[in-house]
């Protein structure tokens, strides 16, 4: 794989951002809330209940570093084999899950945040696992009654990064309705894009990605808001690498199956200090000014790629680690699975730095510079 890739960035630091934007407000993180599907499963049940046999693929579940995931598995057909869903059950089974763990994380975020559905001004739903229309903004609305007027916008199929391009929208939207509250809500049934035939190249998928979701709540103009701002974005696509991550029609299975190359975690890693560079340019900032980092949690190979190649400790990388051990690959929503472990851990400090992190299809990087 080559080098060619194509790089943006948006939102300057705080002290440029009247200068690039004409916006004067300041987005800020006011509350945090997750949610995930009823069951959960380790590695060594899958292996059982999945009938697991070959030892090739038992190894790549049981050296994953993920000790449990919530999944939501096929019914079971005769003699107890688990059956797999044609395509429609499997959008129906997306449908159902990412509504139900979205409205609850929303509910749990709001409470976080001090506010309730009545304060909601915007919501943006992102997914990877299944595709609606109308889309989930649309059905969570209905659905926890939500006023109609409330904005709304759907990212759908932008994979594991979408959650901090979803953030990058709405940030420019709360900086354009100061004082008014918008939510990122990251909804990922994971379970609605599982295949079940055997290969490898399923086999690294089911092993790897669990069910969850993650709404944050953002909000400009008040500065007693405790969370941290908003100061920059940067995005930086391989195009080389566009098909190494994806999730395509197998005409075989006559359904969507995702596809994971085995050299994206070098591919990432190799490019990640080029975007967080770019990230921290005209900030007078270098990486060992940031003392908080929140990576995706996109798989062990990801991670220690990412750490090496960013020169981060082994603490540095605590959450994203932990949330991988406790929930697998929560897709999109992983980072913030991160962030809500490091709010509660209340060691950030008034003046610290952080930095965010999410990989996925393009093979793309978003990174987002915040300060408490």
């Known amino acids: ?55 090739k693929i038992r190894s790549v579940f049981l050296n994953s570093a993920i000790d449990r995931r919530f ?14 869903e044609p395509q429609g059950d499997l959008l129906d089974k997306h449908k159902k899950i990412a509504v139900d763990m979205g409205c609850r994380a929303i509910e749990a975020c709001l409470k976080s945040a001090g506010s309730s559905l009545e304060d909601l001004r915007h919501l943006c ?7 609606l229309t109308p889309g989930l903004s649309a059905l969570i ?17 932008m994979g594991c990064n979408a959650g ?6 709405v940030a420019g939207w709360s900086a354009a309705h100061p004082g008014e509250l918008g939510v990122v809500l990251c909804t990922e049934a994971c379970s609605a894009a599982y295949a079940l035939d055997g ?18 709540a953002v909000t400009s103009g008040d500065g007693r808001v405790p969370g941290p701002r908003v100061l920059k974005f940067a995005s930086y696509i391989i195009t080389d690498a566009i098909d190494a991550m994806r999730y395509d029609w197998d005409r075989q299975q006559d359904r969507f199956s995702f596809f994971l190359d085995p050299q994206i975690p070098y591919v990432v890693g190799a490019h990640a200090e080029i975007v967080v560079d770019r990230l921290l340019s005209g900030t007078g900032l270098r990486r060992s000014d940031i003392s ?9 190979k990801v991670i220690d790629a990412v750490v090496v190649n960013l020169g981060l400790s082994r603490h540095d990388a605590r959450h ?35 930095v965010l992190m999410t990989m996925g299809p393009g093979s793309s990087i978003e990174t987002a510079l915040i300060q408490w």
């Open 164 to 169: 901090l391009n979803a953030l990058n929208v």
């Open 125 to 131: 739903c992102v997914t990877s696992t299944g595709f």
């Open 292 to 300: 908080q980092w929140l990576v995706h949690s996109g798989g062990k």
């Open 1 to 55: 794989m080559g080098l060619d890739v194509s790089m943006t960035t948006s939102i300057a630091p705080a002290a440029d951002l009247s200068v690039l934007t004409g916006l004067t407000e300041i987005t800020r993180f006011a509350g945090v809330g997750t949610a995930v599907s009823d069951t959960s499963y380790s590695q060594s049940e899958l292996l059982e209940i999945l009938d697991i046999k070959d030892p």
């Open 199 to 216: 290969t490898m190249r399923t086999a690294v998928v089911n092993s790897l990605f669990g069910e969850g979701a993650a709404a944050l």
């Open 71 to 84: 999944l939501t598995l096929p019914p079971e057909g005769p003699g107890g084999v688990r059956v797999p």
């Open 320 to 354: 994203t680690t932990g949330v991988l051990r406790d929930y697998g690959n929560l897709s999109s929503g992983s980072f913030l699975f991160s962030y809500e472990r490091l709010a509660e851990e209340d060691v950030a400090r008034p003046g610290d730095y952080g």
């Open 141 to 157: 609305i209905r659905e926890l009654g939500i006023d109609p007027h409330c904005s709304r916008s759907d990212i759908v199929g």
